[in-house]
């Protein structure tokens, strides 16, 4: 996950490939909440983990729900009916899906049983309304209190006198949640007699009540319907679990990569795996939607491939209640369409994470497209010209995934072949059902290298350009070429294999083969062993310089150096990078400190590995070592003529990381 301030993305040109995706968020706490209500122990299998999953998990072993996880599978043995604690207080961030069931479960175990739970969220869950089901609970005689404004969370649930009166009503038309809560809760109170539910106005997202009645089915309670306005809960029903349960790829997360596959899978397909034609998710309908705009979609039963089809996209006028969050993903095709297409009856998007009306609009017109936004509509006209655009994403996971798929503007037909670069605001949002996003699309997605940005630090050694290289990679989210490192490994691949120091084919050959591999944590693999601290011996480094002088080894090096300039982008390090291997890079930074300052830095670290030397030896040797690296005919040591000079002798790595980061916001156009 990235949680950097911020992630830009180059533009991007094509996609194809295969993704598996996370689990279904709406199926996940559905079962987990069944799962927690049940007797006995239930194996849920693809278990979404997520921020939304996280704090329903933490609510259920609050409540003293037994909570394993066994290799992929997670064991929940649940309360069977009977309350284990009496007392409790529940956060639940921003997750509607745990707050609303969560509220009825407990409002009507609390009147059974007796007791007092507190929910509460974020100051976001804190404006969502609540207070339809709040109603509804209390007609069945529940204890409901507010505990800020009311009709908002937070909320005391608390002891009350169950009654069966007639048919309990709630309101359908501002979140089938609210009906998904009582679903879900109700069987609990099903022993003093069969239970109906009159739903009020017309109901929406009707595909999620859906979900709800099939996962109840699955956990043994059958619930009978009239239409979508009358629901009725048989008396005596109790949750038995199903043992084993798996939980399908969200179909709303397959939204962007259906997508993807019709803005930029021109030749081979984008292939999602884990949902497809059996999907009991309603956001699956997404995939009609997009055919009417020109994708072209094969399907199996758990499987989707997505092909470009028509192209420009086709615009549509189309009623989206039926797909309220995929809908989203509709928003930002649209840019790709001939015409303007309109989106309607999606009101709801008004009180979900964020109002998600206003602020679609203020994103996509910051592209260039022409927005008219309606209490329940939206209508999208693409950009004239696109403009590159620092996108905030409001605390809105869905905002921040759609919105990426903005970065192919270069395909767009009113795109220019350069393309414009993109700037999703807070990229970790996406941590709320799909952690891993953005990692997913950089692995189907592919640009031009030269659009990959990079930028480089050289500097003489010790001058504290790895430490600098390194923070500012994290930063920005991209990935890191500790350049020496590979020079290292190659002199310590020598010493291995008995290769002279002055073979100079000998050790080409071998750094041409090199099996090296960088792992996660800056862990450095030679052939499989980890051989991180053993590249910072002195031995291993004074070869490495040595050996550096020859233009056959640099050369077997330089093509692995280049394969790591990938999405989103590149922070290179090492003596030459701004002048040999990546003159192009878009900023280039000699970082240089006095000899003074490299050698007492060179003691510290020495004395940190609990080696002795002396500060004037040390010194001596930095500077016999800046003037080989200076005068040495291939590669030599020297600014690239654009770099920009930054010497931090009194800076902290914090000051000098200010710096660079600056000098590359000056760069970028987002300001
Ligand atoms: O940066 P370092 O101390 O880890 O580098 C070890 C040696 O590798 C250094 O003395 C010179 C050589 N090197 C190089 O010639 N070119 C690079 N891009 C990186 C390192």
Same mark, same amino acid.
């Given at each position: 996950?990235?949680?950097?301030?911020?992630?830009?993305?180059?533009?991007?040109?094509?996609?194809?490939?295969?993704?598996?995706?996370?689990?279904?968020?709406?199926?996940?706490?559905?079962?987990?909440?069944?799962?927690?209500?049940?007797?006995?122990?239930?194996?849920?299998?693809?278990?979404?983990?997520?921020?939304?999953?996280?704090?329903?998990?933490?609510?259920?072993?609050?409540?003293?729900?037994?909570?394993?996880?066994?290799?992929?599978?997670?064991?929940?043995?649940?309360?069977?009916?009977?309350?284990?604690?009496?007392?409790?207080?529940?956060?639940?961030?921003?997750?509607?899906?745990?707050?609303?069931?969560?509220?009825?479960?407990?409002?009507?175990? =609390?009147?059974?049983?007796?007791?007092?739970?507190?929910?509460?969220?974020?100051?976001?869950?804190?404006?969502?309304?609540?207070?339809?089901?709040?109603? =509804?609970?209390?007609?069945?005689?529940?204890?409901?209190?507010?505990?800020?404004?009311?009709? *908002?969370?937070?909320?005391?649930?608390?002891?009350?006198?169950?009654?069966?009166?007639?048919?309990?009503?709630?309101?359908?038309?501002?979140?089938?949640?609210?009906?998904?809560?009582?679903?879900?809760?109700?069987? #609990?109170?099903?022993?003093?007699?069969?239970?109906?539910?009159?739903?009020?106005?017309?109901?929406?997202?009707?595909?999620?009540?859906?979900?709800? #009645?099939?996962?109840? !089915?699955?956990?043994?309670?059958?619930?009978?319907?009239?239409?979508?306005?009358?629901?009725?809960?048989?008396?005596?029903?109790?949750?038995?679990?199903?043992?084993?349960?798996?939980?399908?790829?969200?179909?709303?997360?397959?939204?962007?990569?259906?997508?993807?596959?019709?803005?930029?899978?021109?030749?081979?397909?984008?292939?999602?795996?884990?949902?497809?034609?059996?999907?009991?998710?309603?956001?699956?309908?997404?995939?009609?939607?997009?055919?009417?705009?020109?994708?072209?979609?094969?399907?199996? !039963?758990?499987?989707?491939?997505?092909?470009?089809?028509?192209?420009?996209?086709?615009?549509?006028?189309?009623?989206?209640?039926?797909?309220?969050?995929?809908?989203?993903?509709?928003?930002?095709?649209?840019?790709?369409?001939?015409?303007?297409?309109?989106?309607?009856?999606?009101?709801?998007?008004?009180?979900?994470?964020?109002?998600?009306?206003?602020?679609?609009?203020?994103?996509?017109?910051?592209?260039?497209?022409?927005?008219?936004?309606?209490?329940?509509?939206?209508?999208?006209?693409?950009?004239?010209?696109?403009?590159?655009?620092?996108?905030?994403?409001?605390?809105?996971?869905?905002?921040?995934?759609?919105?990426?798929?903005?970065?192919?503007?270069?395909?767009?037909?009113?795109?220019?072949?350069?393309?414009?670069?993109?700037?999703?605001?807070?990229?970790?949002?996406?941590?709320?059902?799909?952690?891993?996003?953005?990692?997913?699309?950089?692995?189907?997605?592919?640009?031009?290298?030269?659009?990959?940005?990079?930028?480089?630090?050289?500097?003489?050694?010790?001058?504290?350009?790895?430490?600098?290289?390194?923070?500012?990679?994290?930063?920005?989210? *991209?990935?890191?070429?500790?350049?020496?490192?590979?020079?290292?490994?190659?002199?310590?691949?020598?010493?291995?294999?008995?290769? !002279?120091?002055?073979?100079?084919?000998?050790?080409?050959?071998?750094?041409?083969?090199?099996?090296?591999?960088?792992?996660?944590?800056?862990?450095?693999?030679?052939?499989?062993?980890?051989?991180?601290?053993?590249?910072?011996?002195?031995? &291993?480094?004074?070869?490495?310089?040595?050996?550096?002088?020859?233009?056959?080894?640099?050369?077997?090096?330089?093509?692995?150096?280049?394969?790591?300039?990938?999405?989103?982008?590149?922070?290179?390090?090492?003596?030459?990078?701004?002048?040999?291997?990546?003159?192009?890079?878009?900023?280039? &930074?000699?970082?240089?400190?006095?000899?003074?300052?490299?050698?007492?830095?060179?003691?510290?670290?020495?004395?940190?590995?609990?080696?002795?030397?002396?500060?004037?030896?040390?010194?001596?040797?930095?500077?016999?070592?800046?003037?080989?690296?200076?005068?040495?005919?291939?590669?030599? #040591?020297?600014?690239?003529?654009?770099?920009? #000079?930054?010497?931090?002798?009194?800076?902290?790595?914090?000051?000098?990381?200010?710096?660079?980061?600056?000098?590359?916001?000056?760069?970028?156009?987002?300001?």
């Amino acid at each position: 996950m990235y949680t950097t301030e911020f992630l830009d993305l180059p533009p991007l040109r094509a996609a194809a490939g295969t993704v598996r995706l996370p689990g279904s968020k709406s199926i996940s706490n559905r079962v987990l909440l069944l799962a927690g209500l049940s007797a006995g122990t239930t194996r849920i299998h693809d278990l979404l983990d997520s921020d939304d999953t996280r704090v329903m998990l933490d609510a259920l072993r609050e409540l003293g729900c037994a909570i394993e996880s066994e290799g992929g599978v997670l064991n929940v043995t649940g309360l069977g009916g009977s309350l284990r604690k009496r007392q409790a207080r529940l956060f639940l961030g921003n997750a509607g899906t745990a707050m609303r069931p969560l509220t009825a479960a407990l409002a009507v175990l =609390a009147a059974m049983q007796g007791g007092e739970f507190e929910l509460s969220g974020v100051p976001r869950m804190h404006e969502r309304p609540i207070g339809d089901l709040v109603d =509804a609970l209390r007609q069945l005689g529940c204890g409901v209190d507010y505990l800020g404004q009311d009709g *908002y969370p937070p909320l005391r649930v608390r002891d009350g006198a169950l009654r069966l009166g007639g048919p309990i009503r709630v309101r359908g038309d501002v979140s089938s949640q609210f009906l998904t809560a009582l679903l879900l809760a109700l069987p #609990l109170a099903s022993e003093l007699g069969a239970i109906d539910i009159e739903v009020e106005g017309e109901l929406i997202s009707k595909p999620y009540i859906e979900i709800t #009645l099939n996962l109840l !089915a699955r956990f043994g309670i059958a619930v009978g319907r009239e239409g979508w306005s009358r629901f009725t809960i048989p008396r005596g029903s109790s949750y038995r679990t199903p043992g084993d349960i798996h939980v399908e790829a969200d179909a709303s997360s397959a939204s962007y990569f259906v997508a993807l596959g019709a803005i930029a899978a021109a030749g081979a397909p984008v292939r999602i795996e884990g949902v497809g034609a059996d999907s009991i998710q309603g956001d699956i309908r997404f995939v009609e939607a997009a055919e009417a705009m020109g994708a072209q979609v094969a399907r199996g !039963a758990n499987w989707l491939e997505i092909r470009r089809g028509a192209w420009p996209l086709k615009a549509i006028d189309l009623d989206c209640n039926h797909i309220p969050d995929a809908a989203m993903t509709l928003a930002v095709m649209a840019l790709y369409a001939e015409g303007g297409t309109t989106l309607r009856n999606i009101a709801s998007w008004r009180v979900k994470e964020t109002d998600r009306i206003a602020a679609m609009a203020a994103e996509l017109r910051k592209l260039g497209a022409t927005v008219e936004e309606g209490t329940d509509f939206i209508r999208i006209e693409p950009p004239a010209q696109w403009r590159p655009a620092a996108i905030r994403t409001y605390d809105d996971h869905r905002i921040a995934m759609c919105f990426s798929l903005a970065a192919f503007n270069p395909l767009a037909p009113t795109g220019s072949d350069t393309g414009v670069p993109l700037r999703i605001l807070d990229p970790k949002c996406v941590g709320k059902t799909f952690p891993d996003y953005f990692e997913t699309l950089f692995s189907v997605a592919r640009t031009r290298t030269e659009d990959i940005p990079v930028l480089t630090i050289d500097g003489p050694t010790a001058s504290g350009k790895g430490t600098l290289a390194d923070v500012v990679a994290d930063a920005l989210g *991209y990935h890191l070429l500790d350049s020496g490192a590979i020079y290292r490994a190659t002199a310590l691949s020598a010493m291995r294999a008995g290769v !002279a120091p002055d073979d100079e084919a000998g050790l080409a050959q071998l750094a041409a083969v090199l099996p090296l591999a960088f792992e996660p944590g800056h862990r450095i693999l030679l052939d499989g062993e980890e051989v991180t601290e053993q590249l910072r011996r002195e031995d &291993v480094g004074a070869l490495a310089s040595r050996i550096s002088v020859f233009p056959r080894v640099r050369e077997a090096l330089r093509e692995r150096q280049l394969a790591f300039r990938q999405l989103p982008g590149l922070v290179a390090d090492g003596r030459d990078m701004g002048t040999v291997i990546f003159p192009q890079a878009e900023l280039k &930074v000699f970082l240089t400190a006095s000899a003074a300052t490299r050698a007492e830095r060179r003691h510290r670290q020495l004395i940190s590995r609990g080696l002795s030397s002396n500060m004037d030896d040390l010194r001596r040797e930095l500077e016999a070592r800046d003037a080989r690296d200076q005068s040495r005919s291939t590669a030599p #040591l020297k600014p690239a003529e654009d770099a920009l #000079l930054l010497d931090n002798s009194a800076l902290t790595i914090e000051a000098s990381m200010h710096e660079v980061l600056k000098w590359w916001e000056q760069r970028r156009p987002f300001r």
